[in-house]
């Protein structure tokens, strides 16, 4: 939107725009500490727009290699408290990406009762204690506490303090 001239400028995955986004199908939004937008696609991977030029440009981060980000299907994102981005995919799990650039992976291990309960991840969000919480498809929420660098699950179970259902879609934290 540009107020000053009180009209929208259209941003899309095709020629009939200025700058282009990898895909046209946008999953998720994410802004940092500079005000420059995350832009999660569901199909195309994760574009940065950089508002801090008299002319937006958008960086595309498509997947190419296994050093990176490695899937198309961004589902969410959510900035911790070092502004690292934490990007939720549709089966490849979780990739923070660091101030450089830099990709590491989240995904599930059987072997590993610390590693992310599940793969396709629906939701993320930061609470106040800089704490990362995930939801996970039909798999319930998990909690990464990054002082002990593992993950939390909780899971709906017939006991009286349970989560509600293991499917979760989005993730609020009230003022509490």
Not at 60 to 69: A, Q, T, V
Not at 143 to 169: E, G, R, V
Request: aromatic share 10%.
């Amino acid at each position: 939107v540009d107020p000053f001239e009180q009209k929208f400028n259209h941003i899309s995955d095709g020629s009939e725009s200025k700058i282009n986004l990898s895909y046209g199908l946008v999953s998720s939004f994410a802004e940092d500490q500079h005000h420059n937008l995350w832009v999660g696609t569901d199909g195309g991977g994760l574009n940065f727009i950089d508002r801090s030029q008299l002319e937006l440009t958008i960086e595309n981060f498509i997947p190419i290699d296994s050093s990176g980000l490695k899937s198309k299907e961004i589902v969410c994102m959510v900035h911790d408290k070092d502004n690292q981005l934490w990007i939720g995919t549709w089966g490849e799990g979780l990739f923070v990406k660091d101030q450089n650039n830099n990709f590491k992976s989240f995904v599930h291990d059987p072997e590993n009762s610390n590693s992310l309960s599940g793969n396709f991840v629906m939701a993320a969000n930061k609470d106040h204690h800089g704490n990362i919480w995930i939801a996970t498809h039909r798999v319930g929420l998990d909690l990464y506490i990054p002082s002990k660098n593992q993950f939390f699950h909780f899971n709906h179970s017939s006991a009286t303090k349970s989560i509600s259902s293991d499917k979760i879609s989005t993730i609020v934290e009230d003022q509490n």
